[in-house]
């Protein structure tokens, strides 16, 4: 271990070894950062100059000595190493364009309206917008704000805006994703585009409508002083739809787009997108995920299903679905091996993972949903972004789930909490299902406890050391008493706790 002070703003202890971390103090407590190295770090030391006035040396494990230093830009006194991008407007979506390696956010400011919309008569002809200036109205009258949004371009290299493409009056950003659409353009066959799905929303006299519009991120000439600003934003494809355009997804090639009720399947040709299939669900979609031909929805009301687009016969058909579930606010795919499994969460803060198995009998030929785990979050998950903080959902195999499965039983009823509190009440599903009595699944860990996880939270190396600390006060005798009954030892404890934190380390 190395101990440095003054490095920029930190101080801490570099631990070198196969695997390197650097451990930040601040006043908040220890923030561990693992450090990737081929081969590890042998060793590390500090020095200062004109030229590198925060830097350090270290030597790999190939014997490889490398000159570095901290960038000045990025916090590290937080669970995660974190730059503010500063954007000045609210962000609702975030795509990472690969092919040109850009981000794409969708965003929105408040301005004045001064703008209403009319209806030509009450009949069924087509609508108009009547923009009608108020510029009559005293000087003191306040105008009502409305959300303009636009769709930004932004570069990794710098963080700077490098285009921008504003949307129309009234016109709101649903959805945005990178999806990868069969093309004619390229050699591979598909080309990423950039969907943005919007809901115009003109007031309660004008029937909502919606828009699909497709960008392609092509290369430039750069401006003059800015050698960044070499991609920009075209639009390729824009068309109003019957109804509000509430989500989009891909699937084989073909763009799927939510229009109320209906799911669309449409290919991309010439600049025009084709209608290929389509299905009816119940109430409202608002929710579409895919992977290879299958897609995922979920509807306001109604649940999710599991739906197949097949592209040779252009249908698309209902596979299985969930009757229990009510209200999903959010849906994923959980790939582990070989296996599929389908994560959803409710507005109860519940999150639940189902899995299509024919042959089980509580799926009724595959006809429903079988429920495999759940979970109490305790808040609404909205697309698995909780509210002041970041999760993971990471799949375990069956011995290291039953070893601290066995762990955190173990704690959770034989030591004391804080308060009488219950965690294991309070991580017990609530589900809203009317009177029909379910038996919850459990199977998923909890990350705020010793024992980890299936469901990984950020906290995870304040379980390690909690456990560490737990070991060395007068909780010694009782938790060394419980992996004795359980059968196992701090060392293969601590062990899976360090392979699902490298698991799961994004920096």
């Known amino acids: 271990m190395t101990v440095f002070n003054n490095l920029g703003p930190y101080s801490g202890v570099v631990v070198t070894g196969p695997v390197s971390y650097w451990i930040m103090f601040s006043s908040s407590g220890l923030h561990f950062h693992p450090l990737y190295v081929e081969k590890g770090m042998k060793c590390i030391t500090f020095f200062r100059n004109a030229g590198c006035p925060n830097g350090f040396i270290y030597f790999t494990g ?28 609210t962000p609702h979506f975030l795509a990472y364009h690969p092919p040109s390696k850009t981000f794409v956010v969708a965003v929105s400011s408040e301005q004045p309206n001064k703008y209403k919309a009319r209806a030509v008569n009450d009949t069924t002809e087509p609508l108009e917008l009547a923009q009608e200036a108020l510029d009559m109205l005293d000087a003191r009258f306040v105008y009502p704000l409305e959300h303009r949004f636009e769709v930004l371009l932004l570069t990794p290299a710098t963080w700077e805006i490098i285009d921008r493409f504003a949307l129309e009056e009234f016109e709101h950003i649903s ?105 009816d669900s119940d109430i409202y979609i608002h929710r579409l995920e895919s992977v290879k031909e299958f897609v995922l929805s979920a509807d306001i009301r109604s649940g999710i299903s599991l739906l197949r687009y097949q592209e040779s016969q252009k249908t698309m058909s209902l596979v299985s679905r969930d009757y229990d579930l009510a209200d999903a606010c959010a849906v994923s795919f959980v790939v582990d091996d070989f296996t599929l499994a389908f994560m959803v969460a409710d507005l109860d803060g519940n999150i639940y993972v189902l899995c299509f198995a024919p042959e089980d009998l509580a799926s009724l030929g595959g006809t429903r949903l079988t429920k495999r785990a759940d979970f109490r979050i305790g808040s609404c998950v909205n697309t698995f972004l909780r509210v002041g903080e970041i999760g993971f959902f990471l799949p375990l195999d069956e011995k290291q789930f039953r070893r601290l499965a066995m762990l955190q039983s173990k704690m959770t009823t034989q030591l004391q909490h804080v308060a009488g ?70 060392a293969s404890i601590l062990q899976d706790l360090q392979e699902i934190k490298r698991s799961v380390a994004v920096f």
């Open 421 to 490: 509190l219950n965690p294991r009440a309070y991580r017990m599903v609530q589900p809203n299902f009317g009177s029909r009595v379910t038996q919850p699944s459990k199977n998923i860990l909890d990350a705020g406890w010793g024992s980890c996880i299936a469901s990984y939270r950020c906290p995870l190396p304040n379980a390690e050391s909690w456990l560490r600390r737990s070991t060395s006060t007068l909780q010694f005798l009782a938790v060394h008493n419980y992996l004795s009954q359980i059968g196992s030892t701090e």
């Open 175 to 279: 959805a945005l994703k990178v999806v990868s659409l069969n093309s004619e353009e390229v050699i591979e066959g598909k080309k990423s585009f950039i969907a943005v799905s919007t809901i115009v929303s003109q007031g309660e006299d004008v029937t909502c409508k919606g828009k699909v519009h497709l960008f392609d991120i092509v290369e430039v000439v750069p401006e003059p002083g800015r050698p960044h600003t070499t991609r920009k934003l075209k639009l390729v494809y824009s068309k109003e739809q019957r109804g509000p355009v509430t989500s989009l997804s891909a699937v084989s090639g073909h763009l799927l787009s939510a229009i109320g009720q209906k799911i669309f399947a449409w290919a991309f040709v010439n600049g025009e997108l084709i209608g290929k299939a389509f299905i």
């Open 62 to 89: 190939e014997n490889a000595m490398r000159l570095a230093q901290l960038p000045s830009n990025v916090q590290f006194n937080a669970r995660w190493p974190l730059r503010k991008v500063i954007l000045r407007t």
